[in-house]
């Protein structure tokens, strides 16, 4: 079973940082394939934030490139560090495999997600 497993949302205040992680299984044919995350509050449909393909090619949504990064390490494991937090921000971020960062279609491996809250 192909699963994704997001960590390190929280609690931020307005101008704060976090780092979220999104860890696959290991020797995964997921390590093939583009990575992203994608962010929903209520409401809404899931928005494309950021993805990372397995070469390093990266892709992100307009309002947010000055402020979050994407990366990826072991072929399992992604990273979105997320500088100048904003209220805005929040919203339940989902980790998602198998899709095309460059149009933002989505893959069908999601994570259960994590929740991003930034207030004062």
């Known amino acids: 079973q192909e699963q994704l497993v997001e960590s390190g949302g929280g609690l931020v205040q307005p101008g704060g940082s976090l780092r979220l992680s999104c860890v696959g299984p290991k020797e995964s044919m997921l390590s093939a394939y583009p990575w992203a995350w994608f962010r929903q509050v209520p409401g809404k449909g899931r928005e494309f934030v950021a993805g990372?393909?397995?070469?390093?090619?990266t892709r992100y949504a307009d309002s947010v490139k000055e402020r979050f990064a994407v990366s990826r390490e072991n072929g399992h494991t992604m990273y979105l560090h997320i500088n100048s937090l904003e209220p805005e921000d929040t919203a339940v971020y989902y980790c998602?495999?198998?899709?095309?960062?460059?149009?933002?279609?989505?893959?069908?491996?999601w994570g259960q997600g994590t929740q991003v809250t930034v207030c004062s």
């Open positions: 990372i393909t397995p070469d390093g090619g």
């Open positions: 998602n495999a198998g899709g095309n960062i460059w149009s933002s279609r989505p893959g069908p491996y």
